[in-house]
């Protein structure tokens, strides 16, 4: 029996997570550590920041949940359990699971040495990569992308939104602030999902007054505080963009189960 930790799943967590895992094959060797216990390593990674090779001891060998980590990023199992997770908990809140609006930004964060691709970004003096985000009006992620800090918002917003619109059908308008300003990516949106781009802008009255929460914009801005929770995500540590993207999903992921457990 191993030590309990903070970061493990709940009971009601783990019910709500199960139908969204890979089952074991009937062929083959048996499983030595339970999934839950090494998705209990993940997260505990996620929150705390920790090297892999510096897991505790109580948890599976550090180099089994770091291949269970890569096992379902390169499957794309974060993306298809963050999917489900995020359409249980629309219908919890009684919202379709397919939202109508959204809400676009990026933050850019420092890379460690061995990060590929790395670059500058000069408006906030910052090398690193840039997170580019785009979440439902609870603030729940419908699609994450990563390039060089130095990719104009703009254009990262392309990759962001490119082949999305066969998986959110119902999606009409999409919030964004002044970065993404321009007569080219808003026609580009009507043609790529028929989707109207709006952009909220900080109002002369709001200069005066200092800090002000502008409508729709702090949804998404709230999301990267909550990512910003997860020491693994205050800077950006991993070499590959894919680890990255996929902790970033792992965080969601934890966000969620939190929620949805509290109706068990």
């Given amino acids: 029996m191993r030590e309990t930790y903070p970061t493990d799943l709940s009971d009601a967590q783990w019910i709500h997570l199960q139908p969204y895992l890979p089952t074991p094959k009937a062929e083959g060797r048996p499983r030595t550590h339970s999934l839950r216990d090494v998705l209990d390593a993940i997260f505990y990674v996620l929150k705390s920041g920790c090297h892999w090779r510096l897991l505790p001891h109580d948890f599976p060998p550090w180099s089994t949940v770091y291949y269970h980590f890569r096992r379902f990023r390169s499957k794309g199992l974060w993306s298809f359990i963050l999917k489900g997770l995020h359409a249980a908990e629309r219908k919890r809140v009684g919202k379709d699971p397919q939202p109508k609006a959204a809400i676009m930004d990026s933050q850019s964060v420092k890379t460690v040495e061995s ?3 790395s670059g500058y970004d000069a408006h906030k003096n910052l090398k690193g990569r840039k997170r580019h985000l785009l979440v439902d009006t609870l603030g729940l992620p419908l699609s994450v992308y990563l390039t060089s800090a130095d990719v104009q918002d703009r254009v990262g917003a392309r990759c962001l939104l490119a082949g999305l619109k066969p ?3 119902r999606l009409k308008k999409i919030w964004a602030d002044g970065a993404y300003t321009g007569e080219k990516l808003a026609r580009w949106c009507q043609e790529q999902g028929e989707w109207e781009l709006q952009i909220v802008e900080r109002s ?19 999301t990267l505080g909550w990512l910003m929770r997860n020491r693994r995500l205050s800077k950006d540590y991993e070499r590959k963009v894919q680890s990255s993207e996929s902790f970033m999903e792992v965080a969601m992921i934890r966000l969620i189960l939190k929620r949805l457990a509290r109706e068990v």
């Fill in 115 to 117: 990060a590929h691709p």
């Fill in 167 to 169: 998986f959110v059908p």
């Fill in 204 to 222: 002369s009255s709001a200069d005066s007054e200092g800090f002000v929460v502008l409508p729709h914009r702090w949804i998404v801005e709230r």
